[in-house]
Nanobody, 116 residues
Framework: QVHLVESGGGLVQPGGSLRLSCSASGFAFSSYAMSWYRQAPGKERELVAGITSTGGTTNYANAVKGRFTISRDNAKNTVYLQMNSLKPEDTAVYLC?????????WGQGTQVTVSS
């Protein structure tokens, strides 16, 4: 059974930082690229960042380049999203995901709220 469990969200002031974690189980984590998406109220889900199975290549949405960093620890079956210089427009539910055999798997998400 595939499980993705996100954690690390919360309320933070503009300019602050958070580190999100996504703990994975039930599949060969080190064999799959992983991604973080986010969804704000009334908006479509959007890609935030992605990382290849080995961690050698990453990609970012233009809105977060230079502020967010995706990484992974295959020994811990965990993918991370370090978020710095947070802005109110980063407020959203953040979800991790991967695709296997044409199917998309999602965690339940963790809420990030950026507000003073």
């Amino acid at each position: 059974q595939v499980h993705l469990v996100e954690s690390g969200g919360g309320l933070v002031q503009p300019g602050g930082s958070l580190r999100l974690s996504c703990s994975a189980s039930g599949f060969a984590f080190s064999s799959y690229a992983m991604s973080w998406y986010r969804q704000a109220p009334g908006k479509e889900r959007e890609l935030v960042a992605g990382i290849t199975s080995t961690g050698g290549t990453t990609n970012y949405a233009n809105a977060v380049k230079g502020r967010f960093t995706i990484s992974r620890d295959n020994a811990k079956n965990t993918v991370y999203l370090q978020m710095n210089s947070l802005k109110p427009e980063d407020t959203a539910v953040y979800l991790c995901t991967f695709k296997r055999w044409g199917n998309d798997y999602w965690g339940q998400g963790t809420q990030v709220t950026v507000s003073s």
